[in-house]
């Protein structure tokens, strides 16, 4: 059973950076596209950036030009390196594959704080 482990998150000023790592157990990394995907409370959970397996990125409107995805497929690991981050970035966030990939068991998320 594929294991889903994100770390980085914290408790950051406005106008500050925080780059979250996320671990994936089992096989098969490099085949899937993955996703960070967040989630505010009261708000449903929403992708907010995507790299397939050839390292092609998407990034929702709200995060574009501010934050950045990347993978390693030698450490079975995608990075959502975050700047320039506002208060509304607050969430829990998770990643899972994405696009074409079928979606895991979620882990349990690291929570990003942005204070203003």
């Known amino acids: 059973q594929v294991q889903l482990v994100e770390s980085g998150g914290g408790l950051v000023q406005a106008g500050e950076s925080l780059r979250l790592s996320c671990t994936a157990s089992?096989?098969?990394?490099?085949?899937?596209?993955w996703g960070w995907y967040r989630q505010a409370p009261g708000n449903q959970r929403e992708l907010v950036a995507a790299?397939?397996?050839?390292?092609?990125?998407n990034y929702a409107d709200s995060v574009k030009g501010r934050f950045t995805i990347s993978r390693d497929n030698a450490k079975n690991t995608v990075y959502l390196q975050m700047n320039s981050l506002k208060p509304e970035d607050t969430a829990v966030y998770y990643c899972?594959?994405?696009?074409?990939?079928?979606?895991?068991?979620w882990g349990q998320g690291t929570q990003v704080t942005v204070s203003s």
């Open positions: 790299i397939g397996s050839r390292g092609t990125t």
């Open positions: 899972n594959a994405a696009l074409y990939s079928v979606p895991r068991t």
């Open positions: 089992g096989s098969g990394f490099s085949n899937n596209a």
